[in-house]
């Protein structure tokens, strides 16, 4: 039997200003006000009209979850239902959780990455109301350290491409990958050549039948390429963003409905998603993954780190931003770790159980009457949910759409500078400590090539609009 799966990320990045809660008005989104708008209107509306998101394998990033729950809620609710659906009609849901804030997990350290899985998989369970079996990695980005988190909080699968691992997988898979300290994952793998002609070549989702006949049936693509060249057995799996669907390819959410509901059936396929057939079929063969890669750079994680030519012009500022933002969160950390250890025996294990507060399952007070032995005062209750709620900027600080693009001067690098800005803001609160003139030390290193303004002068212009002070 063949079996096909197109599995969506959809995801936008936070796009609030942390001080007000606002989202400022997005240039480029013209007619809308702003880039969510505009996408839902695309994209994530249309395709959940049209039962898309049933018939899909996806992930449904938290802060676009968040979004869409306050501004369009009835999408947001058929896209959960959709889940609710397949987990009655097959015992298992299509829906993945996502690492909570979009970061690259190589790049993070140990305890970053418990929190950002901890995260991800709570936020799965407030919306889904279940526990996730799988999870998508932000930009696909790996490393065994990331896997072994993932296993050890329950996750069973997650999606690479092909070039991730030592050797080419034959097909999709799954495969095992062995962990350290005896644990094990599930991997699928993405048909990449497919994934990434779908996602960039906007002619291939004109017609659904005309992509299954040239790229499935072991016909040859309309560039002549035979992605194909023999019919496929086992599994195809196009794994791309979400938004490809509608908002990168006009009417695109219009091919997917024939695509999965008429054409690749039609063709012999059964459509599928992945937690169903990983149930059907459980891994037979292993397979080892390459440390530090991902979907998006070819230069391992460069992209997000010291930088690479993946993006246009010089992009050392890449570096500096990212090493201003490890320093503040040392001694963020220290300072956090100081005062909170003297209620909790593990102030990390408070910090990844936050997230109840922050979803609004749990009142702070109550949190934290719960994790903390002793009786608070009012002002020790004060202090501790205020470091907390640093410690959630300073991992919205790490957004990976902060590094992704060219320049320094963009919205992007902004709104992780800001995330920073109001992370001191908070410790200094308490603290009386002010972590600033550090921070704008290291930020004045990263220059955009562009505009020449420094990460210190991004910093300053953030700090000049805020309103809370
Ligand atoms: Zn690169």
């Not at 829906?95 to 901890?118: C, F, G, M, S, W």
């Amino acid at each position: 039997m063949k079996s096909f799966c197109v599995h969506g990320h959809f995801y936008q990045p936070p796009r609030e200003d942390p001080f007000t809660g606002v989202i400022s008005p997005e240039k480029g989104a013209n007619p809308f006000a702003n880039f969510n708008e505009k996408v839902n209107a695309e994209c994530y509306r249309p395709n959940a009209e049209l039962g898309n998101f049933e018939a899909l394998s996806f992930n449904l990033g938290p802060t676009l979850a968040a979004w869409l729950e306050g501004h369009d809620p009835s999408t947001y609710q058929r896209i959960v239902e959709a889940d609710r659906r397949n987990q009655a009609a097959h015992g298992a849901g299509n829906t993945l959780a996502q690492a909570y804030n979009h970061t690259i997990l190589p790049l993070a350290t140990r305890r970053d990455k418990e929190t950002q899985v901890a995260w991800g998989a709570a936020d799965f369970r407030h919306r889904f109301g279940r526990d996730p079996l799988g999870m998508w990695l932000p930009e696909m980005a790996v490393d065994q350290e990331t896997l072994e988190i993932l296993a050890s909080q329950g996750i069973a699968f997650t999606i690479l491409s092909p070039h991730q691992a030592r050797g080419q997988p034959n097909g999709a898979g799954p495969y095992r990958v062995r962990l350290p300290r005896g644990r094990e994952i599930a991997v699928f793998f993405r048909d990449e050549a497919l994934s990434n002609r779908l996602a960039f070549d906007s002619e291939l989702t004109n017609s659904a039948e005309d992509f299954v006949e040239n790229c499935l049936s072991g016909g040859h693509g309309p560039g002549g390429e035979g992605l194909y060249p023999e019919p496929v057995e086992g599994l195809c799996l196009i794994a791309t963003d979400g938004e490809t669907f509608g908002h990168h390819h006009r009417g695109g959410e219009r091919f997917l409905h024939d695509l999965l509901y008429e054409t690749a059936p039609r063709a012999g396929y059964e459509v599928t998603f992945l937690a169903r057939y990983l149930q059907e079929h459980p891994p037979t063969t292993e397979v080892e993954i390459v440390d530090g890669t991902s979907w998006s750079c070819g230069h391992g994680v460069a992209r997000w780190g010291e930088g690479c030519t993946c993006t246009q012009g010089d992009s050392e500022w890449k570096r500096y931003l990212r090493g201003a933002l490890d320093r503040l969160a040392q001694e963020m950390d220290a300072l956090y770790q100081d005062e909170v250890e003297r209620w909790v025996a593990d102030p990390w294990q408070l910090r990844n159980g936050y997230i109840q507060v922050v979803l609004g399952e749990m009142e702070g007070k109550a949190f934290l009457a719960q994790q903390v032995a002793r009786k608070l005062s009012e002002e020790g209750e004060k202090r501790i949910l205020t470091l907390l709620e640093a410690q959630y900027y300073r991992q919205a600080m790490y957004t990976s759409c902060g590094f992704f693009f060219e320049d320094l001067s963009r919205l992007e690098p902004r709104y992780i500078i800001a995330y920073a800005a109001k992370a001191i803001h908070l410790v200094k609160e308490v603290t009386g400590i002010s972590l600033e003139e550090g921070f704008k030390r290291d930020l004045r290193l990263a220059v955009s090539w562009i505009t020449e303004q420094t990460g210190e002068d991004v910093y300053e212009e953030v700090v000049s609009q805020r309103v809370d002070e």
